[in-house]
C-alpha cells in the first residue's frame, strides 16, 4: 500500500515562498502520476499543479492551474519517491490545506486535473499566507 506524507507548509508573508515536499511510501515508479490539490475553508478542493510521463515526449509533462501558472514549480525527484511543489509570490488566496495525490499509470494532462482520477491521498499541509 502506497502512503503519502507531505511537509513544508505553514506561515508566509506575502510575496514570499515555500516548498512542499511529499514523500511516497513503498516502491512507486517513474511513470506514477503525481498532483497538487488544495482546499480553503468553505471552498471546494480544486487542482494546483500535476506532472505525468509522456511517451512522445520521453520525459515528464506538467500542468498548472491558471490561477498558480508562473508561480508555482511541480518537480520530482524519482530517487526519493518525492514530488515537491516551489511556490514564490506567495498571496493570501494562496492559504489553503495542500494534499498531494499519486496515480499508479501516466495519463493525459487533461485528466491531471481530475481529484476523482488519483488513488492515494496524503493527510495535507496547511499553507497560510499573511497580507
Known amino acids: 500500500q502506497v502512503q503519502l506524507v507531505e511537509s513544508g507548509g505553514g506561515l508566509v508573508q506575502a510575496g514570499g515562498s515555500l516548498r512542499l515536499s511529499c514523500a511516497a511510501s513503498?516502491?512507486?515508479?517513474?511513470?506514477?502520476?503525481m498532483g497538487w490539490f488544495r482546499q480553503a475553508p468553505g471552498k471546494e478542493r480544486e487542482f494546483v499543479a500535476a506532472?505525468?510521463?509522456?511517451?512522445?515526449?520521453?520525459?515528464?509533462?506538467?500542468v498548472y492551474a491558471d490561477s498558480v501558472k508562473a508561480r508555482f514549480t511541480i518537480s520530482r525527484d524519482n530517487a526519493k519517491n518525492t514530488v515537491y511543489l516551489q511556490m514564490n509570490s506567495l498571496k493570501p488566496e494562496d492559504t489553503a490545506l495542500y494534499y498531494c495525490?499519486?496515480?499508479?499509470?501516466?495519463?493525459?494532462?487533461?485528466?491531471?486535473?481530475?481529484?476523482?482520477?488519483?488513488?492515494?491521498w496524503g493527510q495535507g499541509t496547511q499553507v497560510t499566507v499573511s497580507s
Open positions: 513503498g516502491r512507486t515508479l517513474s511513470s506514477w502520476s
Open positions: 495525490a499519486a496515480a499508479n499509470r501516466p495519463t493525459v494532462r487533461a485528466l491531471l486535473r481530475t481529484s476523482a482520477w488519483y488513488d492515494y
Open positions: 506532472l505525468t510521463w509522456s511517451e512522445s515526449n520521453a520525459d515528464y509533462s506538467t
